[in-house]
């Protein structure tokens, strides 16, 4: 246990030295927690096949295409899940078949088709290609008919065999623009094909991709209103492996690079032929150096290219600990990287620095310009072969695209980000604002607002049950929807959902540029028809709602326990932001009860307690400086068990408490007897679990720096208070088996802690006299005053799984006073 802490510590240490802004201001708790069974909104599609990973969508025509195994499907945008598709069954033909498995190729894997490119051709027709069982296929699709023709291309200049290797593509003015490593050998590049002559990248080291691993491809239209009658580029995002021998990462590490190619270049005359002479590249930064790997990046569009933003997403990897980072760039100090200096590779001592002798001109790795045509240099094939042989062994550039601030937008720990897309919001302030769908490596989906160079996190949503990475994320502005793709299927998900947000507070709060509150509730303000009377504060979430007191109050509950018994004063906050703090007939709680008081994750715990704990309770809500009031509890402790209207109350069983108390006094023995029965039974049981806890205490010995991963512990992230809390009277709830420690609990994946049985839902006057019974099975996060759970998957069958419910459990068992009361309102005793 100190051993990790100490890791956490020490990798937020090495984050902190990279940047200048303390990590912990880096990293965002997602405000909201949607879990699967909790949303409703989604629409769902998903047939017989599985990796629904290429989407492709066409808005003007209202139209969904979705690539997977083996399939291709157009769905209605509108409504993913209306049952209408149509579908093209696209299988390998079976002598296909025999020869992959004869080649032996993974049967299970590579011997499909799966559709790894579906793009617009032209008005009329897409144009699709498969892995076909380890032979690239490719085929024109009529969208009016959308049957497969009988006739293929082949598809090994377009298309890898791979059906996970890094690709992109795009179809432009007819022409597609490839980048993955090609046929079966896999050999990095950028190609052109398709109605054109093939063009490539230099393949002869060390000038060639090096293992590049590609992520996407953006055109940016540079031409649009070019005062130097540039060209439009294409931009690609990859990872490479660094070839620098004699340098320590050397061979070892991936480092994440932007290259672009113009779309009008035709390769060289002489030298480059069939090759790009406009092809450069440069590093990609974002926070920690040569530990970074590229996943994703989304593009934010602008009506002027100059303002293009781009955001990505990238995962880092430090001594098995994983975290993810965003970063932000844009388009002009990309430019930058490509028109400053150049590296140049010495032989002699086998890596690259920064050439520094004169450069011929035109400038390599241009565009053909105006100034260009000036000089009589009317296409790439009129270049001089000075300046085509420089570009031919200068492709890398010398200075490093860093991201916008200097540095990450968010670190996240313990949390993959493998997706992005983007939306541009304008909000009621007059600002726009940028969104973010993230897609994380186990099916969830994070929606944050990026305000004054930071990200807010206002969700995180699990979209798929079992956990599995977002492939894939496009948005439709037309249908406010963003469609997500997985291996299991596609998912269809509003924008925004503002009616999750049930009081002006949380609309406020929430900070979402999409919602606002129009005095009753809180909308979409897209769609609301006063825009002017809603309310929103997306810059600060504080400011609009009517004081506090203009909502409706509570309503109090009352709790009777006897001297000697635990309670649990539940506090259910909606917002992981928010903290509870509890006031005790109008005081703040003290310190006098001998830390009798716990305030954890769901409410107020305390234990063993005495009459003068009795009075009124109440928990408030505050996040960003506002409270609210979010429950209120009447208290009462009792020496002795009234003599008459008492019941006895099984704890683990509410559904059948006998609810006619009073009724019959001769069924009171029978009623004892089978009580104590039962505590027996549940004594026994617990003694059990105990036993099996002290067993593994011997393994928890054995989670070593190494191995944290390995064996399955999981970490979650630890807020700024984690130190200066850790020595407070919360810590020594400890037992040395499952320790509790103020911190942060899940973050992106509770539904990774199997959550314990669900009670059944008890009606909603009956609040069991500690508590107990109804105690929410998730752990959320709540800056500051929650505990950090420290949770072990592989022993999602043992006791220690049951978490916090087990915990109290224990604590009722050690104390011997399983005897509870009913609520004794006052108004029936
Ligand atoms: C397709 O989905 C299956 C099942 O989820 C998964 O095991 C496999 O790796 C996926 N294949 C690709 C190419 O994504
Ligand atoms: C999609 O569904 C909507 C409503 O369900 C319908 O109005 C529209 O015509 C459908 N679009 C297509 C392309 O079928
Ligand atoms: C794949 O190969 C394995 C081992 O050769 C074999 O057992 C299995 O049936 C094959 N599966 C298919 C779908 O052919
Ligand atoms: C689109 O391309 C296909 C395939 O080359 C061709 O058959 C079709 O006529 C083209 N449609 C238009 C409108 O140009
Ligand atoms: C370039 O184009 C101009 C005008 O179209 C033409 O006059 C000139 O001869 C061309 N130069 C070359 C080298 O083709
Ligand atoms: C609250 O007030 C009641 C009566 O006014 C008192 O008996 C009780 O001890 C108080 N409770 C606490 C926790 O101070």
Redesign the pocket.
């Known amino acids: 246990m100190g051993l990790l802490h100490f890791l956490v510590v020490l990798f937020t240490v090495s984050i902190t030295c990279s940047s200048k802004r303390p990590a912990a201001d880096l990293d965002a708790t997602p405000r909201v927690t949607v879990a699967f069974e909790d949303l409703k909104e989604g629409k769902r599609f998903q047939d017989s096949t599985l990796n629904y990973s290429t989407l492709l969508l066409q808005d003007e025509r209202g139209v969904l295409y979705v690539g997977a195994r083996e399939a291709i499907y157009a769905l209605n945008s509108s409504n993913i899940a209306d049952g209408l598709q149509k579908t093209i069954h696209w299988k390998a033909s079976p002598e296909r078949l025999a020869d992959c498995y004869m080649k032996g190729k993974d049967n299970k894997t590579e011997c499909f088709n799966h559709i790894r490119l579906l793009q617009q ?5 897409l144009y699709v290609c498969g892995t076909y069982a380890f032979l690239p296929s490719c085929a ?1 699709i ?1 969208v009016s008919t959308f049957l497969l023709p009988s006739l293929f291309e082949e598809g090994k200049d377009n298309c890898p065999y791979d059906p996970v290797i890094g690709y992109t593509g795009l179809i432009i003015d007819g022409a597609l623009y490839t980048a993955t490593r090609y046929d079966f050998k896999r050999v990095p590049g950028i190609r052109r094909s398709l109605n054109h002559r093939l063009m490539k990248t230099e393949d002869t080291p060390p000038y060639d991709l090096h293992e590049a691993d590609f992520v996407t491809s953006v055109l940016v239209k540079e031409s649009t209103n070019s005062a130097i009658g540039d060209d439009d580029k294409i931009y690609y995002f990859f990872n490479e492996k660094v070839r620098e021998e004699g340098s320590s990462y050397a061979d070892k590490t991936m480092q994440a690079r932007v290259a672009r190619v113009c779309k009008s270049d035709l390769g060289g005359k002489k030298i480059l032929q069939k090759k790009w002479t406009s092809f450069l590249r440069a590093n990609l930064l974002c926070s920690i150096r040569h530990y970074e790997v590229l996943k994703s990046v989304c593009t934010m569009d602008t009506s002027t290219w100059d303002t293009t933003t781009f955001y990505a997403a990238f995962t880092l990897q430090w001594r098995n600990m994983e975290a993810s980072a965003i970063c932000q760039y844009s388009i002009s100090q990309m430019q930058e990287a490509f028109e400053g200096p150049y590296m140049e590779y010495q032989e002699a001592f086998r890596k690259w620095s920064r050439f520094e002798k004169d450069v011929p001109s035109p400038r390599p790795g241009s565009c053909i310009t105006n100034s260009f045509r000036e000089q009589g240099y009317n296409t790439s094939l009129d270049l001089p072969d000075a300046v085509v042989s420089f570009v031919k062994v200068h492709p890398l550039m010398h200075n490093e695209v860093r991201p916008v601030g200097e540095m990450p937008l968010l670190m996240k720990n313990h949390v993959v980000y493998t997706r992005l897309a983007v939306d541009r919001v304008a909000a009621l302030d007059g600002h726009s604002y940028d969104v973010l769908f993230i897609g994380t490596g186990d099916g969830w989906i994070h929606r944050a607002l990026v305000v004054n160079s930071m990200v807010h996190i206002i969700e995180e949503i699990q979209a798929f049950k079992d956990p599995q990475p977002v492939e894939n994320l496009i948005i439709s502005r037309a249908q406010r929807s963003l469609y997500v793709g997985a291996q299991s299927g596609v998912l269809q998900l509003p924008l925004s959902s503002c009616s999750r947000y049930a009081s002006c507070y949380d609309c406020i709060l929430a900070r979402d540029p999409y919602c606002g509150w129009d005095g009753e509730v809180c909308r979409e303000i897209v769609t609301a028809l006063e825009r002017a009377q809603m309310t929103q504060d997306v810059q600060r979430g504080k400011e609009g709602c009517p004081d506090a007191t203009a909502e409706a109050p509570p309503m109090q509950k009352n709790r009777t326990v006897l001297k000697g018994d635990d309670v649990l004063l539940q506090c259910d906050l909606s917002s992981n932001l928010a903290t509870a703090q509890w006031l005790v007939n109008e005081t703040g709680l003290s310190e006098d009860f001998g830390g009798r008081f716990r305030v954890g994750i769901d409410g107020l715990l305390i234990t063993d307690t005495l009459p003068e704990h009795s009075g009124d309770y109440s928990c408030y809500a505050e996040e960003n400086s506002l409270r609210s009031l979010v429950a209120v509890y009447s208290l009462n402790v009792l020496f002795e068990l009234p003599k008459e209207k008492v019941e006895v109350v099984e704890p683990t069983l509410p559904m059948m408490l006998p609810t006619a108390a009073p009724q019959a006094s001769h069924k009171m023995e029978f009623v004892y007897i089978s009580v104590i029965t039962i505590l027996g039974g549940l004594c026994f049981v617990l003694t059990i679990i105990l036993l099996y806890v002290s067993c593994q205490k011997n393994r928890r010995g054995k989670y070593g720096m190494g191995n944290a991963r390995t064996s399955n512990v999981e970490l979650q992230t630890v807020s700024s208070n984690f130190k200066e809390k850790s020595a407070d009277d919360l810590n020594n709830y400890n037992d040395g088996c499952l320790q509790i420690i103020p911190g942060e609990a899940p973050t992106a994946s509770p539904n990774k802690a199997t959550p314990p049985p669900p009670p059944p839902p008890p009606p909603l006057p009956s609040e069991f006299t500690n508590g107990m019974p109804t105690l929410p099975s998730m752990l959320r996060k709540m800056n500051g005053n929650s505990y950090m759970l420290l949770r072990q998957n592989e022993e999602s069958t043992s006791p220690l799984y049951n978490s916090f419910t087990e915990e109290l459990s224990k604590i009722l068992e050690k104390r011997k006073h399983t005897q509870l009361v009913e609520k004794l309102d006052e108004s029936s005793v």
Request: glycine fraction near 0%.
């Open positions: 051709f032209n008005d009329t027709h024109y009529d």
